[in-house]
């Protein structure tokens, strides 16, 4: 094939720089570049190479901001450090070996929790940290408490949760009840362990009176 | 050939839906349907965790903020880093009702001592309390007319959702909300 002369080449990685997508590469590729020297096609290669990092960085960009939204909003995953929850929900020491759940995120759009919910939530003294437990008593009920039998009310737009492992919780015992604008989720599925896989039930823990 | 007229008319128009480009407008209401999401999330993420709008009302922080009409940026990143101190205008969730933001002011954060006038306009009494770890006491400007930690107590920060940083209407008193003790 000959040399084209070299103004039109010129012209040709002008129009490029211009379009550069990988579309319009290839369009040019097909008619223009097979009759074009060896120069040309690296220009040619360059230009994919550079959009091709650019798309890419657009589509991470673009799921990151969607992985965000629908983690706010609908479903997000959470793995469970602690042992406030066993034998329900389980930790090792190490991350990967223990139980991942996923929780969801519409209950905060009424705050409208059942007794026996399991919830993740805010510290009320460390808003960094993270806790699930299960919901003991509604706003406004009358519960008691397990160990010295006093009845306490739950106040208006408050919760008490404790930990199914009594033992090893620190939940409302210690730190009464919590504000429900506190809560982050509700825990509906276990999605790790593969023995463990399956709905996370609600449930009134044995041995304990039901409120009113 | 068509036996009669009506199925004339049939095929007609049978081959008139054929002809039209199904699968182009398929694709080109997806790749918009995609873009509106796109552009939805994005709001969403930006407005929930950088910058947001307020417009609050009620005369509980009269005079800073008016009792309706004032349109306020919400600083979302401040919160969550605790840059949050006593004199701020945040917003948090009403503990008393999780589905309203109430605007207050910090007066103390977790380990201050705040004393505050128990029953303002009718007595001159006061007490003081040691804010709790975690939490903070938030008040109205206007303590004669404010549901606030005189009420329900100390907060904890993590009902903290917006720290109020600048007025952007009425035009008259754009600027930024004044921190004060």
Not at chain 1, 46 to 51: D, L, N, Q, V, W
Not at chain 1, 114 to 125: A, M, N, Q, T
Request: net charge positive.
């Amino acid at each position: 094939p000959r040399r084209p002369p070299r103004n039109r080449s010129k012209a040709l990685v002008a129009s490029l720089r211009l379009h550069g997508t990988e579309e319009d590469c290839s369009c040019f590729c097909t008619s223009e570049v097979q009759i074009l020297p060896v120069c040309s096609d690296r220009i040619v290669l360059i230009m994919g190479a550079r959009s091709q990092l650019w798309s890419i960085a657009k589509m991470s960009v673009t799921g990151g901001v969607i992985g965000v939204t629908i983690s706010d909003r609908y479903v997000t995953v959470v793995a469970i450090k602690g042992h406030s929850m066993h034998p329900t929900m389980t930790a090792t020491d190490s991350a990967l070996r223990g139980d991942i759940v996923l929780a969801e995120k519409a209950c905060l759009d009424q705050y409208k929790f059942s007794r026996g919910d399991v919830i993740l939530f805010k510290c009320p003294s460390n808003h960094k940290e993270v806790f699930v437990k299960r919901l003991i008593g509604l706003p406004g009920e009358w519960i008691q408490l397990p160990a010295s039998s006093e009845i306490i009310k739950v106040p208006q737009g408050h919760c008490w949760v404790e930990g199914d492992n009594a033992a090893r919780s620190w939940d409302s015992r210690s730190f009464g009840p919590i504000p429900l604008g506190l809560i982050n989720g509700r825990v509906t599925h276990i999605i790790w362990p593969p023995s463990k896989i399956g709905r996370v039930e609600r449930k009134w823990p044995e041995d304990r009176i039901p409120p009113f | 050939e068509p036996s009669s007229p009506s199925a004339a008319a049939m095929s007609r128009f049978v081959r008139r839906l054929a002809g039209i480009p199904w699968r182009q407008i398929a694709g080109e209401a997806s790749s918009v349907g995609l873009l509106m999401a796109q552009g939805l999330c994005a709001v969403h993420v930006v407005s929930e965790h950088v910058l947001g709008v307020a417009f609050p009302r009620g005369p509980s922080m009269l005079p800073a903020l008016n009792m309706a009409g004032d349109v306020l940026l919400t600083d979302k990143v401040s919160p969550r880093r605790g840059w949050v101190g006593p004199g701020d205008v945040v917003l948090l969730l009403s503990p008393e009702d999780p589905r309203k933001i109430v605007a207050k002011r910090v007066l103390g954060m977790e380990g201050d001592e705040v004393t505050y006038p128990v029953d303002a306009g009718n007595s001159d009494a006061t007490k003081t309390v040691v804010v709790p770890q975690g939490h903070i006491w938030v008040q109205g400007d206007n303590i004669y007319s404010s549901n606030d930690s005189r009420q329900f107590g100390p907060v904890p920060y993590g009902l903290v959702k917006g720290k109020m940083s600048y007025r952007i209407w009425p035009p008259s008193r754009i600027g930024s909300i004044d921190s004060k003790e």
